[in-house]
Nanobody, 122 residues
Framework: QVQLVDSGGGSVQVGGSLRLACVASERTFNNYIVAWFRQAPGKEREFVAA???????AYADSVKGRFTISRDNGKNTAYLQMNSLKPEDTAVYYC????????????????WGQGTQVTVSS
């Protein structure tokens, strides 16, 4: 089974940018659907973005136009470029992957990274 390692989180000011990375253990990572979710304290885990072959990336309304999901299959890595960050983007961000589910529901994903903290201060 694939193992995912998230990185790239940190503390930034409002309007700043961060790029998260998700490195997979398998060379067949290109066969997986990849998504990013986030969870703020006291809140449920929520969908952020997803990417799959042959279809346009999907984004939560709250991040459209600010975040970009991408992948480099040669490096077994997915990315989440986050621009124009807001305090409400503060959360632990998780990479998720699945062979079949192109979904906004976290329960549809079988494989998860450990999470990386993003803190946006005003």
């Amino acid at each position: 089974q694939v193992q995912l390692v998230d990185s790239g989180g940190g503390s930034v000011q409002v309007g700043g940018s961060l790029r998260l990375a998700c490195v997979a253990s398998e060379r067949t990572f290109n066969n997986y659907i990849v998504a990013w979710f986030r969870q703020a304290p006291g809140k449920e885990r929520e969908f952020v973005a997803a990417i799959s072959r042959g279809v346009p990336p999907a984004y939560a309304d709250s991040v459209k136009g600010r975040f970009t999901i991408s992948r480099d299959n040669g490096k077994n890595t997915a990315y989440l470029q986050m621009n124009s960050l807001k305090p409400e983007d503060t959360a632990v961000y998780y990479c998720a992957a699945d062979r079949a589910a192109y979904s906004t529901y976290s329960g549809d994903y079988d494989y998860w990274g450990q999470g990386t903290q993003v803190t946006v201060s005003s």
